[in-house]
C-alpha cells in the first residue's frame, strides 16, 4: 500500500522513496528540489477539546487543501499524525515558499467547523529547503527539520526556510 487511508495522500514509506528517487535525479542532473514539511499548530488541544473524530477531519480538511494547492508534479504525503511533506522537483527555493505560503494562507482562512457547530481555526507551521549539494536525504530532511522547529519557536502558522 502507498497511500494513507484517512488523507489519500502516499504514506510515509511511498513518500521516503520517492525522496530517494529525486535526490538521485538532483544529483545526478543538478536540477533543484525542494522539501517542505508542516505540522498542524496545535493539534493535540483540537484533538483534546472536540475529540478524535474532529481531528480525524482537520487532518482531512489540511489534506484535501493540500491536493487542490499542490502542482501536479508535486509529490505530497502524510509523514505521520498531522505531519505532512511535500516534494517539489524543479521548483527552487524562493518559488516553494510562495506556494507553501499560498497553503498556509488558505488553511489559516478556513473555519472548520465541529460536528457539533464549534468552529475551529487550523494553522500551519512549515520548514522549507532546497537540496543544494547534500550528501544524502538525511541531510535534507534534517536542515528541514531545523527550519520546521524555527517555524513554531518565532510563534507558529508561518513558513522558515
Avoid at 465541529?114 to 543544494?132: D, I, P, Q, Y
Avoid at 536525504?137 to 520546521?148: L, N, P
Wanted: proline residues 1%; aromatic residues 8%; contains cysteine.
Amino acid at each position: 500500500s502507498r497511500t494513507d487511508m484517512l488523507t489519500k495522500l502516499n504514506n510515509r514509506g511511498y513518500w521516503e522513496e520517492r525522496l530517494s528517487q529525486e535526490f538521485s535525479l538532483h544529483k545526478r542532473n543538478g536540477q533543484a528540489v525542494s522539501l517542505v514539511m508542516f505540522d498542524i499548530d496545535h493539534f493535540k488541544k483540537v484533538n483534546d477539546t472536540y475529540g478524535h473524530q474532529a481531528g480525524d477531519e482537520v487532518i482531512r480538511l489540511t489534506s484535501d487543501l493540500l491536493r487542490f494547492c499542490k502542482r501536479e508534479t508535486d509529490i505530497a504525503g502524510r509523514y505521520g499524525g498531522e505531519e505532512f511533506a511535500i516534494i517539489m522537483p524543479q521548483v527552487e527555493l524562493q518559488n516553494a515558499f510562495t506556494a507553501v505560503e499560498r497553503l498556509r494562507i488558505e488553511l489559516s482562512e478556513v473555519d472548520f467547523r465541529t460536528g457539533s457547530g464549534e468552529v475551529v481555526n487550523v494553522s500551519l507551521s512549515a520548514g522549507l529547503t532546497c537540496a543544494e549539494g547534500e550528501d544524502s536525504t538525511g541531510s535534507v530532511v534534517a536542515k528541514e527539520d531545523k527550519a520546521g522547529y524555527r517555524a513554531k519557536r518565532s510563534g507558529r502558522n508561518r513558513t522558515c526556510f
